[in-house]
């Protein structure tokens, strides 16, 4: 069912045995103290900051296009760049930062699968320094607009038939028993699937097998003909639910 022409998940094996390849940019997003001197060698870290807003209450909303074009310029972004990234939570950074890079129309991007856990547990090499790499000779972004799903465009589809809304949040966020928004509860009609749900913790936190997960689609009536809005409370989890559905195409 893979749709992509560039994979949007990549294995540790198969990225060990392109770190010789020029055109190979690997981006860590590890945010716990005990990675951040562990390295997949050859790549560069990323703070997690560098891809939202950062503004309340919206805080994980699109950066300003002056602060995209920079991230454009400190990836050195062109167009036979392929950027791998991983972090060391499953893959949820790392997905926020593969779908800027789609929004930014770049596609050469993918997911390490497991991340640093799967990397290091698995046995391959690590570097105790973080590379800084070339900047490329201009940082202008430009935006895929097809890639969001504003408020006002929710609001036209929301009875759409062929419309599922995924969200990614705790069943608790979902039902309102706890709330971290202006309100509680969930946008109407919206499908519960917590993005946790789709990580396998006995894979070093790959995603679970693809036929498990389609399974797990199918049960919530969520099939590839229907259009699907991903949400959650910054598009940190969602992001990983956008990456598996891409994944799963």
Known sequence: MKSEKFPILIEPTELESRLPDQDLLIVDLCQSKDFREQHIPGSMHLDYSELIDGGKPATGLLPAKTRLDQLVFRLGLHEGLHVVAYDDEGGGWASRLVWTLYLLQHRRASVLNGGIYAWIGEGHPVSLTSTIPPTACQGSSSVDD????????????????????????????????????????????????????????KRNLRLKPDHELIAMLSQRDIAPEHEIVVYCQTHHRSAHSWMMLRHLG
């Not at 929710?154 to 809304?165: G, K, Y």
């Not at 979902?174 to 202006?182: E, I």
């Open 146 to 201: 097809s890639m969001l799903a504003t408020r006002d465009y929710l609001l036209s589809r929301l009875h759409a038939t062929d419309l599922r809304l995924l969200d990614a949040r705790t069943r608790e966020e979902y039902d309102g028993v706890r709330t971290l928004a202006g309100r509680g509860g969930h946008i109407p009609g919206a499908i519960h699937f917590n993005w946790l749900d789709a990580i396998d913790s």
